[in-house]
């Protein structure tokens, strides 16, 4: 088959099993952010590159769809937040802090193809703007829960790692890179691939004298030790005294306990996600089987509209994307049956029916009813079948007989019973307005 | 401001204002092709260009916002049917026709900005694939008036003018065209001009001869009168005996009076469409006031899976865009009223009632309920007000002596009453899981 005529290579088409799987899992965001108080936004899915290269050394720099088109560079949106900042920008006059916004872009990263990755996936988006106290981190993460147990993910089998920046940047501050506050952001970076490349090869990353951080081995291992903290009381004693950073991530974590969640959420050092542009508390939900890229991540940026010349305004948020999180519920069995439902269908024999058949449909729909007609001269038997592939409860079927009469059969395909109901318009009065 | 920190020309960011407007459209599109038996599909907003150019003429091409990446060519879509034709391709062994589907991708066209047009916008897409008979048009033309009128554009503001492409060719075939049948889709694409250019440009284009058409004068003359027919049944005398796309006219006008909308159709010789697959019947909702682009277009496409290299499989569908519906819809007043809606804002006074307001707040939602949670220290006068402007039907205060007194106080924001509720978890008590 000819290139032009398959999906481009790590996209999805979404065939109505797809597409009602997807509806599954949207009308659940949609749910959890309403009861929330969260409030729907969207931008378009083609920005200008700049925005989401302000700064360099990102990995997800190098993944974009960029383009030119008539002297203008542009990119599909590889994440929201940057079109979010510039919204909030935009208005920044007359929008009423705090706001409570969600979305559900897609995104794209060029990402190289491995099994069950995607170079698109949409992601569910939620953001507090306005708040700089960790309620609000409180908020959003129970919010992520409340969406684990709606879609019935086992409580246990997802957990979310919390830390904070701040802990980590104030640890650091007074230890390997007092002289050099600068390597910070580089270092996050490097860090954050440690699931993926393991402690050792982060440590070399962190070391080699020709990287960005380039830190003295025993430096370099002083930071791979503290990652390996997983006891926020560990790295409260061992961290400077007075960390806002470590005082923050107590507070959160008494927070997560009143919202009854204290048993999901763990502290772990070596969480920084790998955005340059989070400053304070980053969290992320993992499988606790080990088996899936992260299934959710955000973090505090409460520097983000100053970078884009906006005034400084706290902000916190996460995505979640519904690729992962397919994954996870397909590998646990836990897919819903979402079939196709139909309330009914409608049958005319022959061409001499259609015209009362068309007025059975209409009524019907006008009823609030999922109806479909057939559209051409078919046997009773394949329309009986297609009725059941199609989920339909009853049939309507309009024969010669009952058309003299002024009626229509009515057959509920569960229980076989059958019952005649009257024409609404008999036919030669059609509904002329 | 700098470029990167505005949406690029001729997109739209959507605000909560917007988007609850968008979804409001959304919803009815969604509850019509509910009724109409249709299932909904996606496809990636990124194809290969190949999928877009196939045929060349078409100033679609000339607006694709394409662009190469690793080698490959891509293209953003401008229109849906060419992934849907890819995706019934690549399943037309296992698919059970007829397919009812529908769709509401975004599409991109790079046009020249003038007022009210954009570069993006939602199409809501309703196709029927597998039925060669009209009977699929009665249905899409019947779920299109049913659209118009769930958003209460007033019957007579909006007419759909019908043509059959089959007929204008049998028609040409006899006369005009007749050494020259290939001319026919270039004719077509010139015809469609019509309405923005008027007649005598576009004789001139047709008899251009260093155009695609070149017709002799007194061709093109035949051509632009045949055009200005607005009976059928003039053009049927006038039109070849026995005019197979004659005939199908006359049946689906005798269909679309059986669905009670004989009133909103009209016959228009002048209707083609700008798309070069389209085979058969054509068709386009127009305001009536004619101030506007078509609100809705469609066709048949016959033979769009052949040329893809597929089966011979019948085919017909319309698009109907959300940026024509909004100024049509701005324009009479007829937007709707859509506010925020929020049940209850809970407030804690200070820092010692926050585990307890956290605790309301949960049990709401468990409800069910759209709850926001002030999440800092704030005045009352200031929660009232922002309460207020944000729809809450309630406020939940929670003080030291409603703590005390194991209470949180209810206001309902309409009449004012005000009355206690027990808190369901009292604090010292936090459900630990």
Redesign the interface.
């Known amino acids: ?8 290579r790590g ?6 099993d797809e ?2 799987l ?2 599954w899992l949207f009308d659940h965001f949609e749910e959890v952010a ?4 969260f ?10 590159e ?2 989401f290269t ?1 700064k360099a050394g990102e990995e997800i720099v190098e993944q974009l ?6 002297d ?1 560079r ?1 990119a ?1 949106r590889p994440e929201m937040t940057p ?1 979010l900042a ?2 909030v ?3 920044s006059g007359s929008l ?1 802090m ?1 706001l ?2 969600f979305s559900l872009p ?1 995104c ?1 990263r ?1 990402e190289r193809m491995t099994r069950g990755r995607k170079r ?1 996936h949409y992601q569910w988006n939620m953001d ?1 703007w306005g ?3 960790v ?2 981190e ?2 959003l993460i ?1 919010a992520a829960c ?1 969406l684990l147990d709606r879609v019935a993910i086992p ?1 246990g089998d997802v957990k979310i790692r919390i830390n904070n920046r701040k802990l980590l940047e104030q640890t650091l501050a007074q230890s390997v890179l007092r002289e050099r506050p600068e390597r910070f952001a580089p270092l996050c970076v490097v860090i954050d691939k440690i699931d993926k490349i393991g402690p050792d090869a982060v440590l070399e990353l962190l070391t080699d004298p020709g990287g960005e951080v380039a830190l003295p081995p025993e430096d370099g291992r002083f930071v791979v030790d503290w990652l390996g903290l997983r006891d926020l009381g560990d790295a409260l004693s061992s961290g400077p005294a007075h960390s806002s950073g470590g005082a923050e991530l107590s507070r959160l974590f008494e ?1 997560l ?7 999901r959420v763990v502290f772990d050092a070596s969480v920084v996600r790998g955005l340059a542009y989070y400053t304070g508390v980053v969290f992320e939900a993992f499988d606790t089987a080990g088996e899936l890229r992260a299934i959710c991540g955000g973090g505090r940026y409460d520097n983000l509209l100053e970078t ?2 906006g005034r400084h305004t706290p902000a916190v948020g996460f995505g979640l994307g519904d690729v992962v999180i397919g994954e996870l519920l397909a590998d646990r069995n836990l897919l819903p049956d979402c079939t ?1 439902e ?1 309330d009914a269908l409608v049958f005319p024999f022959g061409e001499t029916e ?2 009362a058949a ?2 059975v449909a ?1 009524a019907l ?1 006008k009823q ?6 057939v ?2 001269e078919a046997r009773l038997k394949r329309v009986l079948s ?1 009725a059941d ?2 989920g339909a409860r009853r049939v309507y079927l309009l024969g010669p007989d009952e058309l003299a009469r002024g009626e229509v059969l009515v057959r509920d395909l569960q229980s076989g019973e059958q019952h005649t109901e009257p024409l609404a318009e008999p036919d030669g009065e ?4």
């Open positions: 088959m000819s290139q032009k005529l398959q999906a481009p996209t999805r088409d979404f065939y109505p597409m009602r997807r509806r309403r009861r929330y108080g409030e729907q936004i969207d931008a378009p899915i083609v920005e200008h700049e925005l302000r769809y960029h383009f030119e088109l008539h203008r542009l599909l079109s510039r919204m920008l935009a208005r009423r705090p409570r916004w897609q794209w060029y698109e507090i708040e700089p106290d309620t609000a409180a908020e129970a409340d409580r927070l306990d009143a919202y009854g969640i204290a048993d884009l010349g196709r139909l259609r015209r068309v007025g209409t729909r609030g009813l999922a109806v479909d007609l559209l051409n297609d592939h199609n059609p509904p002329h307005n």
